[in-house]
């Protein structure tokens, strides 16, 4: 038979603790394994970026470039990679140019072998400058795709979006299914169109959450997709991704094998198994698939942030409101895919519209969505609510950024003697008032 390895990309560092662990894995609980993940032969570790970079500071104290820094000295062969978020970087906001330039050249300089780059509207324009940079900065350059259904979203779309990011020089793309939604035999088309269409290699990542995710892996595999997320199964199902070493030997003997030593991965859940023990009070556990996904599209990250705030405002009663407001409100807002940050735009104003009234109050982050400040919608956004928001004013076009002062100046100057580098100054630039607070406490 004809050998086609599947490489296999580990989350379990990145998005496997912020699935299910609220993103607070420490630092040090990740050193010690390192030298044994090294050796796995992983396709490549995502490690950094997401949530990670707010979190390192505002909740462990830690400092993000010193996590990365020590990350990379330990991992010596194995290719590491992050998530960005396009001209949002790893912040919620879009930033000017040379914010984007001087933050991709400082991840290069750290050895970032692989950048993940994705949009939450899909919109090529808050792609294009950080995958410019990224190419130039000789990384690897993986254009993601943020998947979701919807009466505007389908495979040509998909399909068309990836034929875009191929012309502005993506090296491969990622179909990111961040709420598990994505069904076995359409993820298979769409992989297979891509691969027609742009000739690039695809990667799959998607989240336990509804079940499918092994399934949905191996029709992709079938299909042509050459790598896959997975985390090491003591951090794995529920809203993370499927199981590495179910993944490894559902594969095993065949045509896809990942050639990765079941042993090995063994040993290493082991100690993720005892890491997870000491986040008792953030775990989401326990495992479970939860068939809502498929209804409401929400991913798991949304549900909690609804229990927290419904906690808040004594209405916890309300869930199920919310969750069927949801959908409402991202048909109203031209169906953006739920993700960072329009999944917590959407949630927000899903929340407001259940105990204050529909759209009698619109947060500010919903009306800087509907100018068009986050991009272009999917679809049209609702013309009532449009007007109602806009008052007769026209909604943005093109590129947000394009005609703004560059940002990098005034956050120097901002920052001022709490900086004590460049790394310091991107913090600042990234979440100011919690670097702040970091880089006080640090002195």
């Given amino acids: 038979m004809s050998v086609r390895t599947v490489g296999i990309t580990d989350t379990t560092l990145r998005d496997g603790h912020q699935s299910l662990l609220a993103t607070r894995m420490k630092t040090e609980d990740m050193l010690p394994i390192l030298d044994k993940m090294d050796r796995v032969g992983y396709h490549s570790m995502e490690v950094w970026g997401g949530a990670t970079f707010d979190t390192c500071m505002r909740f462990l104290?830690?400092?993000?470039?010193?996590?990365?820094?020590?990350?990379?000295?330990?991992?010596k062969k194995t290719k590491i990679q992050m998530l960005l978020r396009g001209q949002n970087l790893v912040g919620y906001r879009h930033y000017t140019d040379d914010v984007v330039e001087a933050f991709i050249q400082k991840v290069a300089s750290y050895g970032m072998d692989v950048i993940r780059i994705f949009d939450a509207l899909n919109d090529p324009n808050n792609l294009?400058?950080?995958?410019?940079?990224?190419?130039?900065?000789?990384?690897?350059?993986?254009?993601?795709?943020?998947?979701?259904?919807?009466?505007?979203?389908?495979?040509?779309?998909?399909?068309?979006?990836?034929?875009?990011?191929?012309?502005?020089?993506?090296?491969?793309?990622?179909?990111?299914?961040?709420?598990?939604?994505?069904?076995?035999?359409?993820?298979?088309?769409?992989?297979?169109?891509?691969?027609?269409?742009?000739?690039?290699?695809?990667?799959?990542?998607t989240h336990y959450t509804s079940g499918m995710g092994a399934m949905l892996y191996m029709k992709c595999i079938e299909a042509g997709a050459s790598v896959i997320d997975t985390a090491a199964s003591a951090l794995a199902l529920s809203t993370s991704q499927p199981s590495t070493?179910?993944?490894?030997a559902t594969l095993q003997g065949t045509e896809y094998d990942t050639g990765l030593d079941l042993n090995a991965l063994a040993e290493i859940n082991e100690y993720f198994t005892e890491v997870r023990t000491h986040y008792k009070d953030v775990d989401v556990s326990p495992a479970q698939v939860d068939v809502n996904v498929l209804k409401y599209q929400i991913p798991g990250g949304m549900l909690s942030n609804f229990l927290n705030q419904l906690k808040q405002a004594n209405a916890i009663h309300r869930l199920e409101e919310v969750l069927a407001e949801v959908p409402k409100v991202r048909e109203d807002f031209g169906y953006p895919p739920l993700v960072t940050p329009t999944s917590q735009i959407v949630g927000q104003q899903a929340v407001v519209n259940v105990l204050a009234g529909r759209y009698k109050m619109v947060s500010s982050e919903s009306k800087n969505y509907i100018r068009g400040q986050y991009g272009k919608t999917p679809g049209p956004v609702n013309q009532a609510?449009?007007?109602?928001?806009?008052?007769?004013?026209?909604?943005?076009?093109?590129?947000?950024?394009?005609?703004?002062?560059?940002?990098?100046?005034?956050?120097?100057?901002?920052?001022?003697?709490?900086?004590?580098?460049?790394?310091?100054?991107?913090?600042?630039a990234m979440f100011p008032p919690v670097a702040k607070e970091f880089l006080t406490k640090r002195g």
């Fill in 61 to 75: 104290n830690e400092d993000p470039w010193e996590r990365l820094k020590q990350i990379r000295a330990k991992l």
């Fill in 245 to 248: 070493e179910t993944m490894v």
């Fill in 385 to 428: 609510l449009q007007d109602q928001v806009l008052k007769g004013e026209k909604p943005l076009t093109g590129r947000t950024v394009d005609g703004l002062e560059p940002m990098m100046p005034e956050i120097r100057r901002e920052a001022g003697s709490l900086a004590k580098s460049e790394e310091d100054i991107l913090s600042y």
């Fill in 128 to 205: 294009m400058k950080a995958m410019e940079v990224s190419k130039k900065e000789k990384m690897h350059v993986q254009a993601t795709i943020s998947y979701t259904i919807s009466p505007v979203h389908n495979i040509d779309y998909f399909i068309g979006f990836a034929r875009q990011m191929s012309g502005m020089g993506a090296d491969s793309i990622c179909i990111k299914d961040m709420a598990g939604i994505c069904k076995p035999y359409d993820g298979a088309r769409l992989v297979d169109g891509i691969i027609k269409a742009t000739g690039l290699p695809v990667q799959m990542h």
